[in-house]
């Protein structure tokens, strides 16, 4: 696969301009292939990854190259998008440390207050909110009051907020302009269908380990808290999916900018039984965009030989190189999720939750009623959903 993507000149280009830290020869790579980047070949492939604002802010600011259009429009309307976004974050954060409410920024979000310092090169979609449960319908309150709607954006989800909290978030929305800006809050950090929810990290304690970030008065995760919750969203993304390389970014910005412990990092990756998936999400950014993930670490978490074969096999199938086309079957993508796995065990925690689980989840009281909620529950893992 990594000779695949960097068989294709656009895309090892691509790779040098984003990457948090460049060789000399690298820059004088990007240098030397300064018309190229004019093209409107390479524009379209940045564009399909959703990098146009990344590559044309970190052009000025490696090489002094200045992009024209659509290269600048973009990427203006990107930055005041996102600027819009932040400062009705911001005040949200003034108002819920003003009630003892610690407010945690997480993944891009996070990365965008905590390390970078233009906007434009980290764009997003929304931004995910994390506080401890028992401040959770507070923090609700809070977001309300500032003019946001509680509203989910899938057609899958209702709007009903006793059941959202039972789930671990909510989701709400702002105008901006003719469009809505999103932010989600949640007090389980890596919610998910395929997370083993009794090997979830305790958010109490992330908050607790938490720190205030360089541009703003929210938090962000500890340095090792903070990579563990971006490589397991890469892996839950498929490493394949969009929006493409973007995905690999946060990896990239998190070990290249702070300094991990790396003991600590392994401690935690092992606690919530994730090694394989986390394993496949440094590789990438190592292999891709040149981080600096040490070897050792690497052979720590790799998976069997036999396993590694299999995943990499799906993935080339998967095709990195158009993130936006189709990835597996249903039951590819089943297959797949399932060798991610560490342990066939783990599978099975996640296959047949506990009924308490269940109940919280569809809120259900009879138990007879059970198997069909879990058919409910296995369809909606492999994305067979039934919309509102």
């Given at each position: 696969?990594?000779?695949?993507?960097?068989?294709?000149?656009?895309?090892?280009?691509?790779?040098?301009?984003?990457?948090?830290?460049?060789?000399?020869?690298?820059?004088?790579?990007?240098?030397?292939?300064?018309?190229?980047?004019?093209?409107?070949?390479?524009?379209?492939?940045?564009?399909?990854?959703?990098?146009?604002?990344?590559?044309?802010?970190?052009?000025?600011?490696?090489?002094?190259?200045?992009?024209?259009?659509?290269?600048?429009?973009?990427?203006?309307?990107?930055?005041?998008?996102?600027?819009?976004?932040?400062?009705?974050?911001?005040?949200?954060?003034?108002?819920?440390?003003?009630?003892?409410?610690?407010?945690?920024?997480?993944?891009?979000?996070?990365?965008?207050?905590?390390?970078?310092?233009?906007?434009?090169?980290?764009?997003?979609?929304?931004?995910?909110?994390?506080?401890?449960?028992?401040?959770?319908?507070?923090?609700?309150?809070?977001?309300?009051?500032?003019?946001?709607?509680?509203?989910?954006?899938?057609?899958?989800?209702?709007?009903?907020?006793?059941?959202?909290?039972?789930?671990?978030?909510?989701?709400?929305?702002?105008?901006?302009?003719?469009?809505?800006?999103?932010v989600e809050l949640a007090w389980r950090p890596v919610a998910g269908r395929w997370i083993r929810k009794d090997k979830e990290p305790d958010a109490d304690q992330l908050v607790a380990d938490s720190h205030v970030a360089a541009h703003s008065c929210c938090r962000v995760l500890s340095n090792e808290d903070n990579l563990l919750q971006v490589s397991i969203h890469t892996a839950k993304h498929s490493y394949v999916r969009a929006p493409g390389y973007r995905l690999h970014l946060d990896v990239d910005r998190i070990v290249s900018n702070k300094k991990i412990d790396w003991d600590k990092f392994i401690a935690k990756v092992n606690r919530v039984?994730?090694?394989?998936?986390?394993?496949?999400?440094?590789?990438?950014?190592?292999?891709?965009?040149?981080?600096?993930?040490?070897?050792?670490?690497?052979?720590?978490?790799?998976?069997?030989?036999?396993?590694?074969?299999?995943?990499?096999?799906?993935?080339?199938?998967?095709?990195?190189?158009?993130?936006?086309?189709?990835?597996?079957?249903?039951?590819?993508?089943?297959?797949?999720?399932?060798?991610?796995?560490?342990?066939?065990?783990?599978?099975?925690?996640?296959?047949?939750?506990?009924?308490?689980?269940?109940?919280?989840?569809?809120?259900?009281?009879?138990?007879?009623?059970?198997?069909?909620?879990?058919?409910?529950?296995?369809?909606?893992?492999?994305?067979?959903?039934?919309?509102?």
């Amino acid at each position: 696969m990594i000779e695949q993507v960097f068989g294709n000149s656009d895309f090892k280009l691509m790779s040098y301009i984003i990457r948090e830290k460049n060789t000399d020869e690298e820059l004088a790579y990007i240098k030397s292939e300064s018309e190229r980047i004019n093209s409107t070949e390479f524009y379209e492939v940045v564009k399909e990854h959703e990098l146009v604002s990344t590559v044309c802010s970190k052009l000025k600011k490696k090489v002094g190259i200045e992009l024209g259009e659509p290269w600048k429009s973009e990427t203006e309307e990107t930055r005041r998008r996102l600027s819009f976004l932040f400062a009705q974050v911001e005040k949200i954060g003034e108002d819920m440390a003003a009630n003892n409410i610690q407010l945690i920024l997480l993944k891009n979000g996070g990365i965008a207050i905590d390390i970078m310092d233009d906007l434009a090169e980290c764009p997003m979609g929304d931004i995910d909110m994390l506080c401890r449960k028992s401040d959770f319908m507070k923090a609700h309150e809070i977001i309300l009051k500032h003019g946001f709607q509680f509203k989910f954006r899938s057609i899958y989800e209702f709007e009903n907020l006793d059941e959202a909290f039972a789930d671990g978030s909510t989701e709400y929305s702002i105008p901006d302009g003719d469009e809505l800006a999103w932010v989600e809050l949640a007090w389980r950090p890596v919610a998910g269908r395929w997370i083993r929810k009794d090997k979830e990290p305790d958010a109490d304690q992330l908050v607790a380990d938490s720190h205030v970030a360089a541009h703003s008065c929210c938090r962000v995760l500890s340095n090792e808290d903070n990579l563990l919750q971006v490589s397991i969203h890469t892996a839950k993304h498929s490493y394949v999916r969009a929006p493409g390389y973007r995905l690999h970014l946060d990896v990239d910005r998190i070990v290249s900018n702070k300094k991990i412990d790396w003991d600590k990092f392994i401690a935690k990756v092992n606690r919530v039984g994730s090694r394989t998936a986390v394993y496949f999400s440094l590789f990438f950014a190592k292999e891709i965009l040149g981080t600096k993930v040490p070897d050792e670490v690497l052979e720590v978490l790799k998976p069997s030989e036999c396993k590694r074969k299999r995943i990499m096999n799906m993935l080339l199938k998967a095709n990195l190189m158009h993130p936006h086309g189709r990835k597996f079957s249903k039951l590819g993508f089943l297959r797949f999720q399932t060798s991610l796995y560490d342990t066939f065990g783990d599978f099975l925690a996640v296959l047949f939750p506990p009924m308490e689980q269940l109940r919280a989840k569809y809120r259900f009281k009879s138990t007879i009623k059970a198997p069909y909620y879990w058919l409910f529950y296995v369809l909606d893992m492999v994305g067979i959903r039934k919309s509102k």
